[in-house]
């Protein structure tokens, strides 16, 4: 009921910085705890960052002091903020609702086309 949009990403330099949207359609959006997630190539996606329903946040400690997600429930987007980027950070970035990502683990099969992330010279 519920579909995910990302956008935002691009080749940036080493500490460089890009902000990340994910659009969502739907209604229930505001209720919805929204993650961030990441894949780098030949690796496991993996956990960035999620909000809750009530603003409250979680980010990887590989990213932490350095990304900042928040959301806008009028405009049904959440943001994911990336500062001083580091070559480590290349991947392709994807969002979901996550309590719907932790239901179905891996047999979760809903990811959108996510947006590609390169951080390089």
Not at 62 to 76: H, L, P
Not at 80 to 87: A, G, T
Not at 88 to 114: K, L, M, P
């Amino acid at each position: 009921q519920v579909q995910f949009v990302e956008s935002g990403g691009g080749l940036v330099p080493p500490g460089g910085s890009l902000r990340l949207s994910c659009v969502a359609s739907g209604n229930m959006f505001s209720t919805f705890t929204i993650g961030w997630y990441r894949q780098a190539p030949e690796k496991q996606r993996e956990l960035v960052a999620y909000i809750t329903s009530l603003d409250h946040t979680y980010v990887a400690d590989s990213v932490k002091g350095r990304f900042t997600i928040s959301r806008d429930n009028a405009k049904n987007t959440v943001y994911l903020q990336m500062n001083s980027l580091k070559p480590e950070d290349t991947a392709v970035y994807y969002c979901n609702d996550h309590r719907a990502v932790i239901t179905a683990g891996r047999d979760f099969r809903s990811w959108g086309q996510g947006t590609q992330v390169i951080v390089s010279s």
